[in-house]
């Protein structure tokens, strides 16, 4: 029984959750039934804590929250109790290994199996009436992908937040290990229940380690030099690094069926690793005639003001779909934040309709110019070095520094070529999903390209928009080399909803790597992880009027 003070102090803590998080309506009482043990097929039990309205009596829905991080820590409750003060019934479950749970914990193994076990025995207890919806967001949003397409009978709602059905893009893009991203969160989930700050909360020593690390070769052992003791994450992420490595199929849902998944809700953010394929996820439900809408705001993952607007989200998609009460009838399936403009976009599709698919060509003298170029022959040539890669700056990543940032040093190095537009007369909105066309002839097989969209001010400041990578290797069939040895690469890059301002200019970027972003490409071909030393790439980039590199922006209509 807690005393008088932790009462005083939970109390103290619900209310600044209800004010922070902006639950609507009045903090309603409740009660937690602790350590409820729910027995998996194996034998394992997990164990889970029960928010319940005060008073209540008789069979409720659930809204069930399945968690790594600590069903009693900050990231837990941050979910669980800003629900319940609204009134609903909350079950938060540490997931297999975690805090009290049974069995071994291994990222994205065993989250189908358990959570569809976990459904099966919350539905079986006499204070659920059979309706379950999920929430949470992240690796939250990993467990109701992985339960949400199969269950029987389907859920009642999900709320898909910062997250993705394919689940590994924030870990692989194109071909390429995201290195830091997987090492950052390697370091979280190795230490988090030996340390004491909150999961996901970086500090100044677990930066230091970081950064040894990260120039640690090889790589295979960098889970111990951050985490103090080997990491079966990290070394599933080296081990089954390679293009199609069916380790990772168990962890990936995009190919389910559709049919089974209940109404969802989905906030993401233009800087959160995720957001790429959460839209495709999201167009995948709409085309499908699922009931489904996004928000996207100018947030990178796990920022407060993201974190706030996911269980707003939440508590109106359950208010809806758990007891029928709809407080924004008139809601567009696509909300999202202008960035540059501050300004919500509220359309009914993604990719928005209003936008048209424009081609700014990469000119000789280091242009860029709706017009295809007119030279016979113009390439722009670096050398990358795996011993010294180019470094990568900002962007969607899972710890800062993110989000943008000057990249004017970058833009300096001789393994960085740029090509600048014209200054803008009038705002230019890009709003929809980007590419690029870079016709490459590279020294080695084994390479990538690294393509950067940047908002160049008055002053020179080059801010980054959206990138994109992609990883060749000799058996890359849709980028062969040609009689000429010229590789025709195709490269998505992040999508956006962004205004360049008038008196600005656009800027590409073509590098060979972004380094610790992603790992320095050796150029030899061995596996990333095992690599100790690389070799020097030269890198020709093409763009003449038979080789019109280019990129490919969404530019919103008046």
Known sequence: ?????????????????????????????????????????????????????????????????????????????????????????????????????????????????????????????????????????????????????????????????????????????????????????????????????????????????????????????????VAGSPVQFWRDFCEHAGPGDGHWVQADHQDADLAAVPPTSMVSGWWDLFAAEQLRDFTRLQRAGKDVRITVGPWMHGEPPQIAEIVASSVRWLDRHLDGVDDDPGRAPVRLYLQGADRWLDLATWPPTESTATAFHLQPGGGLDTAPPTAEQAASTFVYDPADPTPGVGGPLLFRPAKQVDNAAVEARADVVTFTGPVLTAPLDLVGELSAVVHVRTQLPHTDVFVRICDVDAQGRSLNVADGIRGLTPDTADAAPDADGVREVAVSLFPTAYRVPAGHRLRVQVSGGAFPRYRANPGTGEPFAGAVSGTPNRIEVLHDARRPSRVVLPVLGP
């Open 1 to 225: 029984m807690r005393t008088p003070l932790a009462r005083r102090a939970a109390a103290a803590r619900d209310a600044v959750l209800h004010r922070v998080l902006r639950v609507p309506g009045e903090a309603q009482p409740y009660v937690r039934e602790d350590d409820l043990a729910a027995p998996m097929r194996d034998g394992v039990s997990l164990l889970a804590d029960r928010y319940v309205p005060q008073g209540s009596t008789g069979p409720q829905p659930v809204v069930l929250v399945r968690c790594p991080y600590g069903r009693r820590g900050l990231l837990g409750q941050v979910f669980a109790i800003p629900l319940a003060l609204r009134g609903f019934q909350v079950l938060v479950q540490s997931t297999r290994g975690t805090f009290g749970s049974g069995g071994e914990f291994r990222p994205f193994c065993h989250e189908q199996e358990d959570g569809l076990d976990t459904l099966e025995w919350v539905r079986a207890q006499p204070w659920c009436d059979g309706r379950v919806a999920t929430v949470g967001a992240s690796y939250f949003g990993h467990t109701q992908w992985a339960v949400a397409p199969y269950a029987d009978p389907p859920l009642a709602a999900s709320c898909l937040d910062i997250t993705a059905s394919r689940v590994t893009a924030a870990f692989y893009t194109d071909g390429v290990p995201n290195l830091q991203n997987a090492l950052g969160w390697t370091q979280s989930i190795g230490t988090q229940e030996r340390g004491v700050l909150p999961p996901l909360v970086p500090n100044l020593r677990h930066a230091l380690l970081m950064r040894r690390a990260l120039r640690t070769r090889p790589l295979q052992a960098a889970d111990v030099t």
